[in-house]
């Protein structure tokens, strides 16, 4: 795959950056994402469009609003930046197979909602639902495009799979899963169904585990304890990332070890 479409879609990814910080800002709190238009929350300065490149104009206004100089949070920049990473690292991985329009929406979505979810303890249903309903109807296009309808099924008993379990955990213990979490479950098991239900079960075992050891961490520096509430929906789309651009292999290694009898060429790193 060449660099340079990778670098393209990368480009794409900071503009994309650029319009999940609005859904981020705007979204929890009820407000449009497409009226008004950006402004600076204290003094209500509409935002210029030299000072709305991504990344750049963060950088050259030295981290501050250009008319009352507050401090514009470096979430703005960290999000675009890594949309721009994350969406580059998927062209270099699934090529321009039918599944790259997927995960990019998929990766997209899980951003803002990690996003809203550290700054929160929120993923919202505004966020959810148009990033389940967006992911599916690229998967549905790709089904259409190879004849592959299994993996549709495949995706869908993910997606509901997914659900299901986590809204089990959540009635037995509601303090240990929102129901925000649940709604996430089903989203990754619709958005990695496609390649399989390993990919869905390495996403959800890593969330936990990166979720774990953040936590010891922090309670072993004494900033935090039992009762610390973290936000879950991040480590969740963190492991749902690594899925999609690592999960391959790791897969692909645990089913050939588990059927010593398993044969096939190696799994591709390229195409899905």
Excluded at 38 to 52: G, L, V
Excluded at 210 to 217: D, E, N, P, R
Excluded at 245 to 263: I, K, N
């Amino acid at each position: 795959m060449s660099y340079a479409y990778a670098a393209f879609i990368g480009l794409l990814g900071l503009a994309v950056g650029s319009f999940l910080n609005v859904a981020v800002s705007r979204v929890p709190a009820g407000r449009s994402v497409v009226r008004p238009r950006s402004a600076c929350p204290r003094c209500a300065t509409p935002i210029a469009a030299r000072d709305n490149i991504p990344v750049v104009s963060w950088l050259l206004l030295g981290r501050r609003c250009r008319a009352c100089r507050v401090p514009i949070p470096a979430r703005y920049p960290l999000v675009e930046a890594l949309t721009a990473i994350l969406f580059a690292a998927e062209a270099l991985r699934f090529g321009r197979s039918e599944m790259l329009p997927a995960a990019l929406v998929f990766t997209a979505g899980l951003l803002a909602l990690a996003a809203c979810d550290a700054e929160r303890f929120l993923l919202p249903r505004r966020l959810v639902y148009p990033t389940l309903g967006l992911t599916a109807a690229c998967l549905l296009a790709a089904a259409a495009a190879t004849g592959q309808w299994h993996r549709l099924v495949v995706t869908a008993a993910c997606g509901v799979g997914g659900f299901a379990v986590f809204l089990a955990l959540h009635g037995v213990r509601p303090a240990w899963l929102g129901f925000g979490d649940v709604r996430l479950a089903g989203l990754l098991g619709t958005g990695l169904g496609w390649l399989g239900p390993g990919h869905l079960v390495f996403a959800l075992m890593a969330g936990s585990v990166a979720g774990l050891v953040v936590a010891v961490v922090l309670m072993a520096a004494g900033r935090a304890n039992r009762h610390t509430r973290l936000p879950f929906g991040v480590f969740l789309a963190a492991g749902a990332i690594a899925a999609l651009l690592v999960g391959a292999p790791v897969v692909h290694w645990y089913e050939t070890v588990s059927d010593p009898y398993a044969t096939g060429a190696p799994f591709s790193l390229v195409r899905p």
